[in-house]
């Protein structure tokens, strides 16, 4: 064995204060959209990958050209769901969003878990060339929007001020109108990810993650690929044999993949959500009675944010009183009353 040499499968975990990251997750935890975790729009290549690729599913298709660094990587990719989840979360604060970001560029270095020395900033930059110069050709719709031209996954980037180092500060970057549609789309085109993501250290892995969150969810006790098949949707440029060994390898030692467990079995691959994290996501049984809804402290908190000044209190005894004279119990209580707070404010608030 090497002398020092790091072999856990998991990045270190480079930044590890709580406060990138909070616990509803509706508010700013890491949030990606379904096309790029369904296609392989990333390259698993962890050197320049120069080559043209094309991919069909059905009826939908891509074709993806190469920047002169080479195609965009999966670890790139963390770039993306950087902003989209400053997007989601800015939404659903009810604020306007636009395609334009700024944010210092030691925040996303440090909510991805990338190094923020001098080599941290060099591959950002890298990154940053690879996401704009990747061409992208495909009729896979983002918000019920198909995208027939040429484009790549941000229009651009640039430094709005730098440390005298020459270091990044500022970032400014504009989103393509693809991620963009997908983002105004907000309904059922994005989802949150773990913050363990982001320390992955293979790419095949972040892919195998990624599928698994956008087919097998919350609620589906177990989704199924044959080996072939995720050989295809994985992007993965191996032979088929090659592929196959990766995968049991990263089957056989897999403890450390967040929410998913794999299991290989007659060259089909299952997967299913771990127990911790259904129980994360599933709701509780439903209150037998309007006076049995107990909202989460969280939800008065996030009310108070769009209740302009009113009392939520007040704005909570009306909710249950609506809800009473509908005789109807929501299926999301917190959702309901937060709806139920801007419709309130916006038809008789201040």
Known sequence: MTKGKNLSPLLPDRHPQPDFFVCDIFDSAPKSDQASM???LFTLSTKPDMAMREYSKGDKWLKLSPSPVGLATVHDRDILIYCISQCMAKLNRGEKIAKTLRFPASDLLMVTNRKTSGEGYRLFKQALKRLQGTQIETNITTGKVEQWEVFSFIDSAKTIRESRE?????MEITLSDWVF???EEQGGEILTISRDY???RKPLERRLYELARKHCGTKNDQWAFKVETLHDRTGSQSPLKEFRRMLKAIID???HIPDYAFRLENDTVHIYPKAKFQEAFNP???PESISEIQLKPETLDKAKHYAN?????SLEHEWRAMLQDKNSIPDKPDGSFINYVKWYVKEFGK
Do not use: W
Request: aromatic share 12%; hydrophobic share 35%; net charge negative.
């Open 253 to 255: 030692n897999q403890a």
């Open 198 to 200: 982001f320390r992955l």
């Open 284 to 286: 509780p049984p439903p």
């Open 166 to 170: 020459g270091r990044m500060l500022e």
């Open 181 to 183: 549609n997908a983002i």
């Open 38 to 40: 369904e296609y392989p």
């Open 309 to 313: 000044d009113l009392d939520v209190y």
